[in-house]
């Protein structure tokens, strides 16, 4: 089969689905790569590189379409090229099925398979097809770079001969792909960095790079399936506001990143935010495609308020880095085909069965496949609280707790035992009754006296064997004073090997011990 990559029409738009590098890939699974002419000028690639790579160019889209059983793209088929469209088509590519049901609708009627690059489910074995979290990855980064741009000041604190310069404040709020991209990269530029997520468990990754976690006090959970969060309660949104509009003053740089699968994106920062912002401050906003998390958002362009504030709404971030974007995205749809194609035989087969695939298609042979079945693993663990830390004289209280919980369990057993040997007493000859008293308390005073040396003077395993050396050691002494030649002699040999173990087992351990010492 031949797959297709045709150049994007959408305006703005440089990236391309296939490079050089990954059709040489894609042709080792047994498929033909073709590429309209001029596709990969945008993202830095020549025709040149297509052909020694082994792709064929064609000088139309209308050719490529005809000729390409499996088309691969960016942006989702426009109207002019559902035209194109034929039959039993394969189709690969960002759709947005949930904000674009009008091309869904259109693109079942052509009685085609469509895999949309946005809907490929967060677990682990699908992390290789995950064109979103590598998008959003540069796209965080570029929103940081683009914040620099029309900032005008340095991003780190600097002492000069001409006087201290601040450093720039930075809230990053979401910390997804995108929002940790961009802690990343605005904390290696020397910002002071903020961020906010309504899920609580990823406030461990924004503390690891060095941002501050800003804490709402509120007892609900924003975390939602698949890692993304979910739609906030009005109570929460009333405290999520409140903690805003303390930041916002004394905020720089604010750079939104929150989006709930479906729907279109929160508003987060309204006009009273920008309004409450210093003259010379920024805001990107990365959910511009899906209606904006600030209020004053307008998409695809960038805007300066009455009060000098700066709202970014670009949506072609990625476009931006075209060459990095494009290699990464088609290395993702280069795993998709790869996984569509078990066989390594040209030949694509929907398996509707594995987790992967099933979540991807959204249209199959023309019927619609969308909203797909839940996901079965969360992308992020419940955040778990940690154990509070007791104060001293709480362990103190229970530290005597635990030594008269001991000393009752002593008594009680001790009581037992003396009720079970008068009993025992009572029918067992005169002779065994004299022994197994000697047993006995050999056996608790050898106990008490080795059991309860400090293990930093001998290692568990030896206090095991110490203590039943200590047994032997008492119970013979208690046997020398017999009448009995022969029981005399077996008690002094048991001391004597009981004695060498005892002492050879702490000359041991202290060698042990020696071992981890400095000298």
Not at 399 to 404: F, G, L, Q, V
Not at 430 to 437: C, E, K, L, T
Not at 455 to 480: D, E, K, R
Request: charged share 20%.
């Amino acid at each position: 089969m031949i797959v297709g990559s045709p150049k994007e029409i959408f305006k703005g738009e440089a990236r391309v689905a296939m490079t050089p590098e990954s059709a040489k890939q894609i042709q080792k699974l047994g498929y033909t790569c073709i590429l309209e002419t001029g596709a990969g000028l945008p993202s830095n690639f020549s025709d040149k590189d297509y052909k020694d790579a082994g792709v064929k160019i064609v000088k139309t889209a209308t050719q490529l379409w005809k000729d390409s059983d499996i088309i691969l793209k960016v942006r989702g088929p426009e109207k002019s090229e559902i035209t194109k469209i034929k039959p039993n088509q394969h189709i690969i590519s960002f759709i947005w099925p949930g904000q674009n049901k009008t091309l869904l609708n259109a693109l079942s009627k052509k009685k085609i398979t469509v895999q949309a690059m946005d809907m490929i489910p967060r677990i682990s074995r699908a992390q290789k097809m995950d064109a979103l979290s590598s998008m959003a990855n540069i796209a965080g980064y570029r929103a940081v770079i683009e914040a620099g741009n029309q900032f005008g000041r340095f991003f780190t604190g600097q002492i000069t001969a001409a006087g201290k310069v601040p450093p720039a404040k930075i809230l990053v709020i979401g910390a997804g792909v995108a929002g940790l991209a961009a802690i990343g990269t605005a904390q290696s530029m020397g910002a002071i960095v903020r961020a906010f997520d309504v899920r609580p468990e990823v406030s461990e990754q924004i503390e690891s790079m060095g941002a501050e976690f800003l804490m709402l006090d509120f007892t609900s959970d924003g975390s939602g399936e698949g890692g993304y969060a979910k739609p906030a309660s009005k109570e929460f949104i009333k405290k999520e506001m409140e903690l805003f509009r303390e930041q916002a003053p004394e905020i720089d740089i604010v750079i939104t990143t929150a989006l709930i699968p479906g729907m279109p994106a929160p508003k987060l920062w309204p006009k009273e935010m920008v309004d409450l912002m210093k003259p010379g401050s920024v805001v990107v906003d990365l959910a511009a495609e899906q209606g904006g998390n600030c209020e004053a958002t307008i998409p695809n362009k960038m805007i300066e308020t009455k009060n000098k504030v700066k709202i970014i709404g670009y949506t072609d971030l990625p476009s931006r880095m075209a060459t990095q974007s494009s290699n990464l995205y088609s290395t993702n749809i280069r795993h998709m085909l790869d996984d569509l194609t078990p066989e390594k035989n040209g030949v694509p087969f929907t398996n509707m069965e594995d987790d992967v695939i099933r979540g991807a298609t959204v249209v199959h042979n023309g019927k619609i496949t969308f909203p797909p079945p839940k996901p079965k693993i969360a992308a992020i663990a419940k955040h778990i609280e940690k154990p509070v830390q007791k104060t001293q004289e709480e362990l103190e209280i229970e530290k005597i707790e635990a030594e008269k919980a001991s000393g009752r369990t002593q008594v009680i057993l001790l009581t037992i035992g003396a009720i079970l040997t008068w009993f025992l007493g009572l029918y067992a000859p005169s002779d065994f009754m004299q022994h197994f008293i000697v047993f006995i308390l050999s056996c608790f005073v050898g106990y008490q006296v080795i059991w309860n040396v400090s293990h930093s003077l001998h290692t568990p395993l030896m206090a095991v064997t110490n203590a039943i050396s200590s047994i032997i050691i008492i119970g013979a002494l208690l046997q020398m004073k017999t009448d009995n030649d022969i029981v005399s002699i077996l008690a002094l040999i048991s001391v004597f090997i009981a004695t060498i173990n005892i002492v050879g087992g702490f000359m041991v351990t202290k060698r042990m011990l020696a071992m981890f010492q400095r000298s």
